[in-house]
Every structure is written in C-alpha cells, then in structure tokens.
C-alpha cells in the first residue's frame, strides 16, 4: 500500500502535469467550475476515498462560501491589475499583482485542506475520475462537458 499524500501535494503534482492548468482553467473561465474543488475531487479518488452525497453536498456549499469571500475577489482584483495604469509603475503595479496571486494561492490552499479534512480517511472504495468529476460539477453549477471533464481526469492520473 503507498503512503497518504496530502491534498495540496498532490494538487500542485497534478496541476503540473501537461494539460491540466489548461484544463482547470477552461473549466473555471468557460463553464464557472472551482479548481480547489475539481482537484479535491480528484485527489479523493486517488487516495481511495469515498465521497457520498452528503459529504460532496457540504463540500460543496464550503467551497461556495470561501469562493465568494476569499478566492473570487482576488482573482478579480489580480486580473483586473494585469493591464497598466496611468501613474502607477510598472513594477509597482506587478509586485500588488504578485502578492495578491499569492494571497489568491493561500486562500485555495485553505479551501483544499478544510476539505482533506472533511474527507475520511481512504478505505479503497474510490469512484472513477471521469464519474466523479461529473457529478461534482453538477452539484457545482450543473454546466461542465463530459470531454473536459474526461481530459483533466485522464492528464490528473
């Protein structure tokens, strides 16, 4: 039997490998997926561990709460410094983009390791990728199609 990996481990090791941060960005840009809960999705499925209704339910209604408060607004305000403004340095403008990308980055760091604990420990019973990915999107905002969903599991494996 492997070791445990932790969520965010893992999701960096994922968001990595080709074609995934594609993906994970078309999926949030195009169809209003969130990409901490697509990878917690995943990595719950690579660690064997079940995740039934309710626990995708309360995953999802604590991923929709840290969204709206924390991770949503930094992204708006980190793509909304990536053009120049009048007066305002160059490099002053991106070194507040940066902090704020790495804030952006802590506040999905929080989210995925409030939801590793909520998932119980592995006990092999792990659905298929794709499966997951689906109904977990559904529970989301109900829009993601089943080819997107099919490439970020297989380029996550």
Not at 62 to 78: H, T
Not at 146 to 152: G, S, T
């Amino acid at each position: 039997m492997r070791p445990a990996v932790d969520v965010w481990r893992y999701s960096v090791a994922a968001y990595a490998q080709p074609d995934v941060e594609a993906a994970c960005l078309r999926l949030q840009d195009e169809h209003g997926q969130c990409v901490p809960l697509l990878l917690w999705r995943l990595w719950a499925c690579a660690e064997g561990r079940a995740v039934d209704r309710a626990l995708l339910d309360l995953a999802v209604a604590a991923a929709r709460a840290w969204d709206e408060a924390a991770v949503a607004p930094l992204r708006k305000m980190r793509r909304g410094l990536k053009r120049p403004f009048p007066l305002i340095g160059e490099a002053s403008r991106e070194a507040l983009r940066g902090d704020i990308k790495a804030a952006e980055l802590n506040a999905e760091r929080m989210l995925l390791e409030t939801l590793e604990a909520m998932t119980p420990a592995p006990n092999g019973a792990a659905a298929a990728p794709g499966a997951a990915l689906a109904s977990l999107c559904k529970a989301w905002n109900g829009a993601a199609p089943d080819r997107e969903l099919a490439a970020l599991a297989r380029a996550a494996v």
